[in-house]
């Protein structure tokens, strides 16, 4: 992986010359990223708990009391996938590209960053919450920078059967050149919020790793290209 340190915002002008921003994508799994089915299946356990911590420690933000913001990469999709192709016995090369192309799907935009939005649908009676999800705009959700920008993201699910399912929600941001440099400059502050009907949550700041593991998904997209 591609490590980029924080920097501020000097260095951070000095460390990129040149475009950095929509001229490339994040690279593909393919079935050569896989492992065979059986030896995913006797380390599953061991897979999980990675996997585990590291959504909790560089991909996963909570927004207020009822929603959670998960950034997508490949590694998260990685375990995804197998996981899929061990529960379902997936052992045939074309179901596996299949599942492969439908998964990357999921990764990145080229110059954003994409995550999956869920939202607490097991909500008690008489909660205000309970009706503002089926409302959901891509512009409730925003990335903010540093109090100087805010990125609002954009909903890409937004059929009517997404709608019905209600609680879970992809969605895309896309940084120019400046809104990159702020999340990666390590004295500004960067949260997320959600303000959609009577729901009003902003996140904690974004921890040095959080920002570190993003900014590092923006930096293996350009070494890809």
């Given at each position: 992986?591609?490590?980029?340190k ?53 991909r ?25 192709m ?76 997404d ?25 500004e ?37």
């Open positions: 992986m591609c490590r980029v924080l920097l501020d915002g000097s260095a951070w002008t000095r460390a990129i010359k040149g475009p950095f921003l929509g001229v490339c994508r994040m690279r593909p799994l393919t079935l050569e990223d896989l492992i065979p089915l059986p030896e995913f299946q006797a380390r599953r356990k061991e897979y999980l708990s990675s996997h585990l911590r590291y959504i909790e420690s560089y996963k933000i909570r927004i207020g009391q009822r929603a959670v913001l998960v950034f997508e990469n490949r590694q998260t999709l990685w375990f995804r996938v197998q996981d899929v061990h529960l379902a016995r997936i052992h045939d090369e074309p179901t596996q590209l299949l599942e492969l192309e439908l998964h990357n799907r999921v990764l990145p935009l080229e110059g954003g960053l994409q995550g999956a939005l869920l939202l607490d649908g097991h909500l008690p009676p008489g909660d205000p919450t309970s009706s503002t999800w089926g409302d959901l705009r891509g512009d409730h959700l925003q990335l903010m920078l540093g109090g100087k920008r805010a990125v609002s993201a954009n909903l890409l699910t937004t059929r009517q059967e709608r019905c399912w209600g609680t879970a929600h992809w969605v895309h941001f896309r940084l120019d050149d400046q809104e990159l440099r702020l999340l990666a400059d390590n004295r502050s960067i949260s997320v919020r959600l303000r959609t009907g009577d729901y009003d949550g902003q996140s904690l700041p974004l921890t040095d790793g959080v920002r570190q593991s993003l900014v590092e998904d923006l930096a293996g997209m350009q070494a890809a290209a």
